[in-house]
């Protein structure tokens, strides 16, 4: 169903604080790409193809092990916090965290202590060669999980109590700049088995300054208050259930396949695709940083029987998401080859992968925050089939090609699941709550991309080769002729709503208090 092209004032106002949401992870997020794309490239520049693919192996492992001892309670806190603060009903926010801490914790702390005893039956599964050095790297992790489980707690519940300030700060800059800075240390000054402790130890801080921030939030939005008639432990984990399978999967298509093309191909070529697919996080994470800004206010949104607003706002983050991703993916497409010297001459290799995974992203992102839509209206369920059948693809494909084609066969395995895991939602979407992402801004903003960011350097390596020189030149031509389209497609876009937020010196994004 189309919407209109006059947005009403709650239309207005929900709009404005997404764009604010979006600006300041939009800034965290660059930031965090950076640090991790500095840190990827210090490790594979100063240790071996080898040493850099148990790394990355064991901090992949290590980032699943955590999203399953989630439960999924992510995003169910957003959810129902969001739905409490649309019903003024945010005294009880105390009581969605307790439902959800203790079996998080329980959980963390078990899948840890499973993780410490099968160290070395994992090292020798996953890590051919160097079992114990992979062994050693997960008995030192797994004493962090609790941490980093307590991280995503406190930064889930935030997000519900409607700022991003939190996660943009704690999440995106001061854990990545904690790993780059402690990693880098120990490269630099200790012995390389040092990695391990000092990539860890992030997470400990972190998850002190994110539990504070949570409180302090939740003290400020309402008093709290202790209702024996409610028990939100029911409706919580009905919803947050099958939401937990579709977290781990979600993570396990992001990290599995580096660690079975370890185990399949080889630990160098998991190094190689490890960096290749560093170079899409700035994208995803740019992309994250708006979806997320978009969570909540959808989640109140679609709890209103009047979903025009609903409509917008997806329409318009859709337009937006398009407008700041693609131009990252069609550069590294077509400059791939170039752009991996950054981490060594070898790793140019990893360009066919790039190739596949920078196509499935732009279909990825035109779909806008299809998933989200899905859970927010309620249809978990629904979330969690599509990403069992796309998940379940990828692991048949990487299972099938990884053996003969190594990082390639992982790129398609996951370029598949990408498509399915956003085309099975989208149509579904489209089919019950006739919402779909293709407005005229995100249709503008896609062509604007693909001519500036395709077309005009793909001329510039055809009459000139090639080479870092012309990616320079291609890439600021690109961004001189992409400024004035977008300047063109402003009013489609309502850029004027996301410009004033990242200008905006008052970036912090209150709480909604039940009175307000």
Known sequence: MATSSVASPEDGATLRRAARGSALNLGGSVVSALANLVLTVLITRLVSSQDAGVFFSATSLFLLAVAISQLGTSTGLVYFLSRARAHGELRHANAYMRTAMVPVLTAAVLIGALVLLLAQPLGELLSPGREEEFAGYMRVMAGFIPCAAVLQLALAATQGLGTMRPFAVVDHVCRSLLHLLLVGLALMVFHDD?????????????????????????????????????????????????????????????????????????????????????????????????????????????????????????????????????????????????????????????????????????????????????????????????????????????????????????????????????????????????????????????????????????????????????????????????????????RTLELGVFTQALLRRRARTRPVSPEA
């Not at 130890?201 to 709290?224: E, G, K």
């Not at 994250?288 to 978009?294: D, I, K, L, Q």
């Open 194 to 490: 040092a990695i391990a402790w000092y990539w860890s130890m992030a997470y400990l801080p972190t998850a002190v300054v994110a539990w504070i921030w949570w409180r302090r939030l939740r003290d400020r939005a309402a008093p709290q208050v202790k209702d024996p008639t409610l028990r939100p432990a029911g409706p919580f984990w009905r919803f947050s259930a099958p939401r937990a399978l579709a977290n781990v999967t979600q993570v396990a298509m992001q990290r599995l396949d580096i660690i079975l093309v370890g185990a399949l191909a080889g630990l160098g070529a998991a190094a190689i695709y490890a960096a290749a697919t560093r170079l899409l996080v700035l994208g995803q994470m740019i992309a994250r940083a708006v979806a997320m800004s978009g969570q909540p206010l959808l989640g109140e949104s679609l709890a209103r029987p009047d979903r025009s607003e609903a409509r917008h706002l997806y329409r318009v983050t859709t337009g937006w998401l398009v407008a700041v991703t693609w131009p990252w993916y069609l550069t590294l497409m077509v400059w791939g080859p170039v752009m991996l010297l950054v981490f060594g001459e070898d790793y140019s290799v990893g360009h066919p992968a790039l190739l596949i995974l920078g196509a499935a992203m732009l279909f990825a992102t035109s779909a806008g925050m299809v998933d989200m839509v899905l859970n927010m209206g309620g249809r978990s369920l629904w979330n969690l089939a599509n990403v069992v059948i796309a998940f379940t693809a990828n692991i048949v494909i990487d299972l099938m090609l990884i053996p003969s084609l190594g990082l390639l066969g992982a790129a398609i395995g996951w370029g598949t699941a990408i498509v399915l895991a956003n085309l099975l939602p989208l149509v579904q979407v489209w089919s019950t709550l006739s919402m779909n992402p293709y407005g005229k801004g995100t249709l503008g903003a896609a062509a604007a991309a693909a001519l500036c960011f395709a077309a005009v350097p793909l001329a510039f390596e055809a009459a000139l080769g090639p080479s870092p020189a012309t990616f320079l030149w291609s890439f600021l031509t690109a961004v001189a002729l992409y400024a004035p389209a977008l300047w063109f497609l402003r």
